[in-house]
């Protein structure tokens, strides 16, 4: 979601256009101009990953990721609260409780916190559109200290709704977390499958 930061610059040039004004004097305001999104996040920190749908970037005590989702249908509430225990999960996180965040101008915020196997922090939170039908994951993984700067940032997340999406753009179909998931366990067999290794052939001769 490591990438020359020459490459990094040119792409963003597609996906991200990077404020040049700051807020407090200590943030960077990002804007997702495909899916007329914009956050903040402390400055300093080094992007590591880039591209339609996802987008991470990281500081010396801290890493943030966001991943775009399209919505599945059926239970929001049920399906995004399961998506998230079995994604902490899968990082063995452990202490876990809800997170408690809302996120102005969006529809709900479901979230979960937790402890990592190294003894850090993390934060996964799944912000649900009022105006497309997109859920924005925000996951950071944190050093005590840093509680009240990855709220912030998550809260920093806001939808411009006076701008017209760029529907020429917006064609292009974002996953669901179900698909998602479904395709990571099928690349998972896969894997495991290649990793096993090739029958012994035993040649058989007639006496």
Do not use: C
């Not at 990953?49 to 599945?72: A, C, G, H, P």
């Not at 709220?151 to 006076?162: G, L, P």
């Amino acid at each position: 979601m490591q990438k020359p930061m020459k490459y990094l610059a040119s792409l963003f040039a597609l996906v991200f256009v990077l404020s040049l004004s700051t807020i407090d004097a200590g943030a960077t305001v990002y804007t997702w101009s495909r899916y007329d999104l914009s956050f903040e996040t402390p400055e300093g920190g080094f992007v590591t990953y880039n591209s339609n749908t996802r987008f991470e970037i990281q500081w010396e005590d801290m890493v943030m990721t966001v991943q775009l989702y399209s919505k599945d249908k059926g239970d929001e509430k049920k399906m995004l609260n399961e998506n998230l225990m079995r994604k902490a999960l899968g990082y063995n996180m452990y202490d876990l409780h809800e997170a408690k965040i809302k996120v102005k101008g969006f529809k709900k915020t479901y979230s979960i916190d937790g402890t990592m196997p190294d003894g850090s922090r993390a934060i996964i939170a799944d912000i649900v559109s009022k105006h497309q039908n997109l859920i924005i994951e925000v996951t950071v993984n944190y050093l005590y200290g840093n509680r009240e700067t990855v709220e912030d940032m998550i809260k920093s997340f806001a939808e411009n709704k006076t701008q017209k999406p760029n529907h020429e753009r917006k064609r292009q179909k974002v996953q669901t977390k179900q698909k998602a998931e479904k395709e990571r366990q099928k690349d998972k067999k896969r894997q495991q499958e290649q990793a096993k290794p090739a029958p012994k052939k035993e040649k058989i001769y007639d006496a």
